[in-house]
T-cell receptor, first 113, second 108 residues
């Protein structure tokens, strides 16, 4: 497929465990974004990558959240010591470097018990 | 006050009706997006615009930069249009700031 893919599609974990969420952007898209959609709330920005660097991390809610991108392609969002309030759908999007149009992945639904 | 305000929050329409969803924003923007999210589904970008008007099938999006306002119109609405419609603006850098969404239900 040519779209943005994310894995897993669903993740259920216990409070206190670490989780890793993966995003594969569209080939050739140098910009990559992570967003979060909590139940009953709107979408919120988490972090933005241009290539492998993250010029804007302002949306990460705490130091338990981190993200990296390697090879200018795949990105991983890691949440350490998960809390119940981390339960949400985590969405990834990608775009061409200077293009404002973003293409969204299907999301990962994270449930922290 | 949120930077992006949408109205209405919920909208129920009869099939065939003309629908308008509004979006107002309080910051300078470089682009505005209209997104569609179906229940349990992913997000699809419907329009990206920075001025004027765009049309795609039965969907029309307009933006007034001076008034900081955009509208999404759906003509001849159909039950398959039922979804959440989200307005998002690119205000600074490349990140999107989202409205709360409008839940649209079109009844047959």
């Amino acid at each position: 497929g040519a779209g943005v893919s994310q894995s897993p599609s669903n993740k259920v974990t216990e409070k206190g465990k670490d989780v890793e969420l993966r995003c594969d952007p569209i080939s050739g898209h140098t910009a990559l974004y992570w967003y979060r959609q909590s139940l009953g709330q709107g979408l919120e920005f988490l972090i933005y990558f241009q290539g492998n660097s993250a010029p804007d991390k302002s949306g990460l809610p705490s130091d338990r959240f981190s993200a990296e991108r390697t090879g200018g392609s795949v990105s991983t969002l890691t949440i350490q010591r998960t809390q119940q309030e981390d339960s949400a759908v985590y969405l990834c999007a990608s775009s061409l470097a200077l293009a404002p149009e973003q293409f969204f992945g299907p999301g990962t639904r994270l449930t922290v018990l | 006050k949120n930077e992006v305000e949408q109205s209405p929050q919920n909208l129920t329409a009869q099939e065939g009706e003309f629908i308008t969803i509004n979006c107002s924003y309080s910051v300078g923007i470089s682009a505005l997006h209209w997104l569609q999210q179906h229940p349990g589904g992913g997000i699809v970008s419907l329009f990206m615009l920075s001025s004027g008007k765009k049309k795609h099938g039965r969907l029309i999006a307009t933006i007034n930069i001076q008034e900081k306002h955009s509208s999404l119109h759906i003509t001849a609405s159909h039950p398959r249009d039922s979804a959440v419609y989200i307005c998002a603006v690119m205000a600074g850098g490349n990140k999107l700031v989202f409205g709360a969404g409008t839940i649209l239900r079109v009844k047959s």
